[in-house]
């Protein structure tokens, strides 16, 4: 394989681009069957991953090194151009998942393409959320497959890991809840609706004392003109379901000083906001 500091691959000259209305400094290429959504950075090598091992989420689980990240099946994390990337295969979830597993009717935009849109545009309205590198679309039939990858975030762990996990202290989980609360806020501000806010989609990276919340799994976001009070609302009580959820896996409940650092967190994002509009 090309070395991971090699920026132009010697086969790249061969690719076949694909006309699609895409962000700012992405293009596509075929590659195979498969459609590969990159940054020039990162196209070589995603596209060496496909050409060698069939599909992104292939080549990461074989490549050397590789570290298994759990999730909705596995993600892996490896050694790409320009640092780390995590390449995540999409799975169903829910009651659909025993049926289709992997796959996705061809209809309207594939997922894949949806988060790198959703990505743009929410990295676009000052919200931090892992940035995107390249995105796979693999034709199946009438299905399709789809891989995405993205830039790997440095000491994080999601807020499930966080809250119920045997590392974190009180004072580290009620940051860490407080700093959701913030992002949460901040996504309400910026006319952002993330349909499925859980624990497991809110990254908790930086000091524990000063932590940064950072959004995950965007393919079902949208971002419009603004957020109103029912779709406040929703988020709001998926989040909480969420954590509802956690503590009954783990037989633990989370303790209210910790859930009010959610409130406070929020709050505070909303004066943040205030400072913003009055300055």
């Given at each position: 394989?090309?070395?991971?500091?090699?920026?132009?691959?010697?086969h790249?000259?061969?690719?076949?681009?694909v006309?699609?209305?895409?962000?700012?400094?992405?293009h596509?290429?075929?590659?195979?069957?498969?459609t590969?959504?990159?940054?020039?950075?990162?196209?070589?090598?995603?596209?060496?991953?496909?050409?060698?091992?069939?599909?992104?989420?292939?080549?990461?689980?074989?490549?050397?090194?590789a570290?298994?990240?759990e999730?909705?099946?596995a993600?892996?994390?490896?050694?790409?151009?320009?640092?780390?990337?995590?390449?995540?295969?999409?799975?169903?979830?829910?009651?659909?998942?025993?049926?289709?597993g992997?796959r996705?009717?061809?209809?309207g935009?594939?997922?894949?393409?949806r988060?790198?849109?959703?990505?743009?545009?929410?990295?676009?309205?000052?919200?931090?959320?892992p940035?995107?590198?390249?995105?796979?679309?693999y034709?199946?039939?009438?299905?399709?497959?789809?891989?995405?990858?993205?830039?790997?975030?440095?000491?994080s762990?999601?807020?499930?890991?966080?809250?119920?996990?045997?590392?974190a202290?009180?004072?580290?989980?009620?940051?860490a809840?407080?700093?959701?609360?913030?992002?949460?806020r901040?996504l309400?501000?910026?006319?952002?609706?993330?349909?499925?806010?859980?624990?497991?989609?809110?990254?908790?990276?930086?000091?524990?004392?000063?932590?940064?919340?950072i959004?995950l799994d965007?393919?079902?976001?949208?971002?419009?003109?603004?957020?109103?009070?029912g779709?406040?609302?929703r988020?709001?009580?998926?989040?909480?379901?969420?954590?509802?959820?956690?503590?009954?896996?783990?037989?633990?409940r989370?303790?209210?000083?910790?859930?009010?650092?959610?409130?406070h967190?929020y709050?505070?994002?909303?004066m943040?906001?205030?400072?913003?509009?009055?300055?």
């Amino acid at each position: 394989l090309t070395s991971v500091q090699e920026p132009v691959s010697r086969h790249a000259a061969g690719l076949r681009s694909v006309d699609l209305d895409l962000p700012e400094s992405f293009h596509a290429v075929v590659v195979g069957s498969a459609t590969l959504v990159a940054r020039p950075g990162s196209s070589a090598f995603a596209w060496e991953a496909i050409e060698r091992s069939g599909t992104l989420h292939d080549f990461a689980a074989a490549y050397p090194g590789a570290v298994r990240l759990e999730g909705r099946g596995a993600a892996w994390r490896i050694a790409g151009p320009g640092g780390d990337w995590v390449v995540r295969h999409y799975r169903r979830g829910g009651a659909v998942a025993r049926w289709l597993g992997d796959r996705y009717l061809r209809l309207g935009e594939p997922r894949p393409l949806r988060e790198l849109r959703a990505s743009e545009a929410v990295r676009a309205r000052g919200i931090e959320t892992p940035e995107v590198l390249a995105a796979a679309i693999y034709p199946a039939g009438v299905f399709y497959r789809g891989d995405i990858a993205v830039r790997y975030v440095p000491a994080s762990r999601d807020l499930a890991a966080v809250l119920f996990g045997t590392e974190a202290v009180e004072a580290e989980r009620c940051a860490a809840m407080e700093a959701a609360g913030r992002l949460v806020r901040a996504l309400h501000e910026a006319g952002v609706v993330h349909p499925d806010l859980n624990l497991k989609n809110v990254l908790i990276a930086g000091p524990a004392s000063a932590p940064r919340a950072i959004l995950l799994d965007l393919d079902r976001c949208a971002a419009g003109d603004g957020v109103g009070a029912g779709g406040r609302a929703r988020m709001i009580a998926r989040f909480h379901r969420s954590l509802a959820k956690w503590e009954r896996r783990t037989g633990r409940r989370v303790a209210e000083a910790v859930r009010a650092a959610f409130r406070h967190g929020y709050e505070e994002g909303a004066m943040a906001a205030q400072s913003i509009d009055d300055a």
